[in-house]
C-alpha cells in the first residue's frame, strides 16, 4: 500500500516539498539547539516548560480525538463513520508522532531518553505518559493497516483486530487522562492542581480532534474527490459542538471555584491569563489576547457550527470556517494558555513572562510539519485505497 | 567480459575503499597503540592491578558513581595502605593528573567519547581557574 | 516466499519489540522499583536506637537518620553579610556558575524577601526585622519529595542513609518535570554548558553539563569528610543556622527545636520539609 504515496499530482508533491522546507529549517534550528543547549528557547528557570510540552498537550488531544469515530462506528455501528474511521486513526498516528518529536525536542539530554525505559519509574506520570502514548500509536498502527488492507482486498477484517480495536478506545481516553495528570497532580501549581483538567481536556481534545478531520474532509473532497458524506460530517460537527461547550462549562467552572472562594493561588492564574497582573509596578499581560482570541473564537464557531449555514449542502466554506475556528480556539486554550499560565506565578510567588525564541518557533513549525507530512501521506494511502476500490 | 573497461577500475577502487582502514592504519600513525603516559607523581599502584584497570575500569567507576550518589556510600577506600576517596575527580586524577596524556590516549584510539568531562573537571581544567585549594 | 517473508518480518518485529520490553519489566517487578518507598524499607535498617525507646508520635514514628536544619533569622540579622558569605561558600563549593540574567540563573541557595519565601504565613504588618532581612531559601530534603514521584528516571532520590533528596547527573535526562514539582522553586536547570559562567573551581567537586537539573544536596561530599555544609559553617560566628540528625533526640538540631517555636515552608502541601526558621 505504501506505493499509493509514490504517484501523485503535481499539488501533491508541492505541498510536501512546502512541508519538507519547514521540516528542513526546524531540523537545522534543532542541531543548534542540540549542540548549544535548551538556553537556545525562551524557557527560563521559572518558566521551565514552553511552547514544546504545551504543543505536546494539545497534540495529545487531537490524538485522542480520533475515537469520536472509532467508537461509534464499533461500539454504535454507526455505519456513517465507516469511510472516514481511517482518517482518524491515522490523525492519531499523526499526532503522536508530533508529540513524540516534541518531547524529544524538550528533553535537556536527549540520547539519554531511553533512560525512561531502562530505569522504569511507577511513581512517575511521564513514566506512565509514554507507556500509553507508545501503546496507542503501536494500536492505531496495527489497526488502521490490517483494516484498509482488508478494505482493499474487499474482505471483512480478521476477527482478533477487533480486539485491538476495542483496546484502542480506553487508550484514547488513558493517553489524554495520563497527560492531564501530569499536570494535576503536582502540589503547589495550584492553577493545575484541579481535578477537573483531566475531564477538561478530554472535552476539548473530543472537539479539536473531530474538527482537524472535518477540515481534512473539507480538503480532501476538493484535492482527492473524496467525498465522506453530508450525514457522518453533520454527525461529527453535533458531536464537536457538544465537545466543546463541555469544555467552556469546564472553563468557566474554574472561574467560579477561584474567584467565588476568593482563594488567591485559585484566581492568580486566570487573572493573568485573562486580565493581566500588576505586580510591583509592572504589568504582566503577555498572554490576554490569545486568551480572549480563545473565548471569542470558540463561541464563534460553536455558533457557526450550530447555525444552518454550517448545513448547506452545496457549500462547507462555513463549516470549514467553524472548525478551523474551533481547532485554533482549543489550541490558544491549551496549546499556549493552560502550560504557560501554571508557571504564574512561580513557587516563590514572582511572575516571569515566557516569550518563545525565533529557533523555538522554527523548531516548533518543524515539527508540526512533520506530522502534517506523515499525516498527508497516510492520508493519500487510504484515499487510494478508497480510489481502488471504487 | 563485456564493459571490461568499467568493471575492472570499478571493482580496484571498491577494493581499494573496502581495505581503506589497514592501509590507511599502516601508511599513517592512526594505527599504532597508544601508549597512555603513566603517572607524572611515579606512582606504581591503583586501586586495582594494572590489567584489571585496562579492561574494566569504566565498570569500576559506574560502581563508585552508584555507591557514592545513589547509595551515599562515600567511605574511603584503603588499599595497600594508601586512602582513596572514590571518584573520577577526587582518585584517578589525583596521581593520573594528565588526563590528554593518559585517558584521551586511549579513547582517541579506540574512538570513544565519554561525557566523564562535561563534568568532571581535569587537573588542568581546575587550574585554569585559580583553584580554591 | 513472499509468505515466509512475511512471517520472518511478524516474528522479528515481536520479538524486537519484547527484547525492548523486557529490561523494563525485569525492573520493574525486582524489589525497589518504586524510588520513594524503597527508601523507607531500607531506611528501617538504619533505626536510630536512642529514638526506639521513646515512642514519639506514634503516627510518625522518626526512622533511621533525617539530616535538617533550623535556621534562626535572628541571629541572621545580628550579622547581616552572614547570608551572602554563605552563598558565596556554596557557590565555591559545588562549582556554582553566575550568570548574569536570571533567566540561566542557577540557585542552591539563595536570598529573598519572607513574603516570597513564606507564602502561607502573613506578612501583614510584620516586623521590621521581618521586613527587612532576607531569607535564605534551599531545598527543603523533604521526606516526602514531590520532585522524586515525578522524575521519570529516578535521577532524583531520596538516600535511604540520611534521608537527603539527591540528584544523579549521569542520569537526569532534562526532562524538567521535577522542576515543575517542586513547590520551593528549589531547582535550577543547565540551559547551556555552565562551565564559561564558573567563576572559581573546586577540583573536589565536579561541574554539571548542558541539560541537567540541580539542587542543593545538603553537601554531601563535606558531610562524607565530617565537614558541616558549606553554609552552616559560613554561619559559625553567630551560629545561625544548626545542622544535624531530626530524628535523634540529642542531636543539636533536636534542642533547638525542643527549644524554639519554627516553622516550615509550604506544610500544607504534606511534603514536610527538613528545614526550619525561627522568625
Given at each position: 500500500m505504501i506505493e499509493k504515496t509514490l504517484k501523485g499530482k503535481p499539488a501533491y508533491w508541492i505541498w510536501l516539498a512546502f512541508l519538507g522546507m519547514f521540516m528542513a529549517i526546524g531540523a537545522a534550528c534543532y542541531i543548534r539547539q542540540y549542540n548549544f543547549g535548551l538556553g537556545m528557547t525562551g524557557m527560563s528557570r521559572d518558566v521551565s516548560w514552553g511552547l514544546y510540552i504545551s504543543q505536546f498537550t494539545f497534540l495529545v488531544g487531537v490524538a485522542a480525538g480520533g475515537v469520536m469515530l472509532v467508537l461509534p462506528y464499533y461500539i454504535h455501528n454507526y455505519k456513517e463513520f465507516g469511510r472516514i474511521t481511517i482518517l482518524g486513526e491515522f490523525l492519531a498516528i499523526a499526532a503522536i508522532v508530533m508529540c513524540m518529536l516534541f518531547i524529544m525536542a524538550d528533553l535537556g539530554q536527549p540520547m539519554r531518553a531511553l533512560n525512561v525505559i531502562l530505569h522504569p519509574t511507577p511513581n512517575s506520570m511521564l513514566f506512565y505518559d509514554m507507556c500509553v502514548l507508545c501503546g496507542y500509536l503501536f494500536l492505531n498502527i496495527l489497526c488502521g493497516w490490517v483494516i484498509l488492507t482488508a478494505e482493499r482486498k474487499q474482505v471483512h477484517p480478521p476477527k482478533w483486530i477487533y480486539f485491538f480495536v476495542y483496546l484502542s478506545i480506553p487508550f484514547a481516553v488513558s493517553i489524554h487522562t495520563v497527560t492531564a495528570m501530569l499536570y494535576c497532580g503536582l502540589p503547589g501549581r495550584h492553577f493545575w492542581l484541579s481535578a477537573i483538567i483531566a475531564p477538561r481536556f478530554l472535552a476539548s481534545a473530543f472537539a479539536a480532534g473531530p474538527a482537524l478531520i472535518v477540515l481534512a474532509c473539507i480538503i480532501l473532497k476538493r484535492v482527492a474527490g473524496f467525498d465522506a458524506g453530508k450525514k457522518a460530517m453533520n454527525k461529527l460537527v453535533t458531536i464537536i459542538i457538544y465537545a466543546a461547550l463541555l469544555n467552556m462549562f469546564f472553563v468557566g467552572l474554574e472561574f467560579f471555584v477561584g474567584y467565588y472562594s476568593n482563594i488567591p493561588g485559585h484566581k492568580f492564574a486566570l487573572e493573568y491569563l485573562f486580565f493581566g497582573i500588576e505586580h510591583h509596578g509592572h504589568v504582566y499581560n503577555n498572554l490576554v489576547p490569545f486568551m480572549w482570541a480563545f473565548v471569542i473564537l470558540a463561541f464563534g464557531a460553536i455558533g457557526l457550527l450550530a447555525s444552518p449555514l454550517a448545513k448547506k449542502e452545496d457549500n462547507d466554506f462555513f463549516l470549514g470556517l467553524g472548525c478551523a475556528m474551533l481547532f485554533v480556539a482549543f489550541w490558544l486554550d491549551k496549546g499556549i494558555g493552560f502550560v504557560l499560565g501554571g508557571f504564574v506565578p512561580n513557587p516563590l510567588h514572582e511572575i516571569v513572562e515566557y516569550v518563545p525564541t525565533a529557533n523555538e518557533l522554527a523548531i516548533t513549525a518543524g515539527v508540526w510539519a512533520t506530522g502534517f507530512f506523515v499525516l498527508t501521506l497516510l492520508y493519500k494511502i487510504a484515499i487510494g485505497v478508497e480510489h481502488e476500490i471504487e | 567480459m563485456y564493459n571490461k573497461g568499467t568493471i575492472i577500475p570499478g571493482l580496484a577502487l571498491f577494493v581499494l575503499f573496502v581495505t581503506f582502514p589497514i592501509w590507511f592504519n599502516g601508511l599513517t600513525t592512526a594505527g599504532d597503540l597508544p601508549k597512555p603516559e603513566l603517572p607524572p607523581g611515579g606512582?606504581?599502584?591503583?586501586?586495582?592491578p594494572a590489567d584489571y584497570m585496562r579492561a574494566n575500569h569504566m565498570q569500576l567507576l559506574n560502581e563508585w558513581r552508584d555507591n557514592v550518589l545513589r547509595d551515599g556510600n562515600r567511605e574511603i577506600l584503603e588499599i595497600d595502605g594508601k586512602k582513596y576517596r572514590k571518584g573520577l575527580q577526587m582518585a584517578c586524577m589525583a596521581c593520573h593528573t594528565k588526563k590528554e596524556k593518559f585517558c584521551d590516549s586511549c579513547h582517541t584510539y579506540a574512538a570513544v567519547t565519554p561525557y566523564c568531562w562535561d563534568c568532571h573537571l581535569t587537573p588542568n581544567e581546575a587550574a585554569s581557574k585559580e583553584a580554591i585549594h | 516466499m513472499d509468505k515466509q517473508r512475511r512471517k520472518f518480518l511478524k516474528i522479528a518485529g515481536v520479538s524486537a519489540l519484547a527484547g525492548i520490553g523486557a529490561p523494563a519489566i525485569i525492573k520493574l517487578t525486582s524489589s525497589n522499583a518504586v524510588a520513594s518507598s524503597g527508601g523507607q524499607e531500607a531506611a528501617a535498617g538504619h533505626a536510630a536506637p536512642a529514638a526506639a525507646g521513646h515512642g514519639v508520635a506514634a503516627v510518625e514514628a522518626p526512622q533511621g537518620v533525617r539530616l535538617g536544619m533550623v535556621i534562626d533569622m535572628r541571629k541572621m540579622a545580628e550579622q547581616p553579610g552572614q547570608l551572602d558569605s554563605a552563598i558565596a561558600a556554596c557557590i565555591n563549593a559545588h562549582n556554582i556558575p553566575e550568570f548574569?540574567?536570571?533567566?540561566?540563573e542557577i540557585k542552591w541557595l539563595w536570598k529573598a524577601p519572607f513574603q516570597n519565601v513564606f507564602l502561607d504565613h502573613s506578612s501583614y504588618h510584620s516586623s521590621t526585622r521581618v521586613a527587612n532581612t532576607p531569607f535564605p531559601a534551599l531545598c527543603n530534603h523533604c521526606d516526602d519529595p514531590p520532585c522524586v514521584r515525578a522524575c521519570p528516571t529516578k535521577a532524583t532520590f531520596k538516600l535511604a542513609k540520611n534521608g537527603v533528596v539527591a540528584m544523579d547527573f549521569h542520569r537526569c535526562i532534562g526532562c524538567r518535570f521535577c522542576m515543575a514539582a517542586c513547590p520551593y522553586g528549589a531547582r535550577s536547570f543547565n540551559w547551556q554548558d555552565p562551565r564559561p559562567y564558573i567563576k572559581k573551581y573546586n577540583a573536589d567537586f565536579p561541574s554539571r553539563m548542558k541539560g541537567v537539573v540541580e539542587k542543593c544536596n545538603f553537601c554531601g561530599e563535606r558531610l562524607a569528610l565530617g565537614q558541616e555544609p558549606a553554609c552552616v559553617e559560613a554561619c559559625k560566628a553567630t551560629g545561625a543556622i544548626t545542622f544535624g540528625d531530626l530524628n535523634d533526640p540529642q542531636s543539636e538540631v533536636r534542642q533547638v527545636l525542643d527549644n524554639e517555636f519554627t516553622i516550615q515552608r509550604k506544610t500544607n502541601l504534606g511534603t514536610k520539609p527538613s528545614v526550619f526558621y525561627i522568625v
Open positions: - | 606512582e606504581k599502584q591503583c586501586v586495582m | 548574569p540574567d536570571s533567566k540561566n
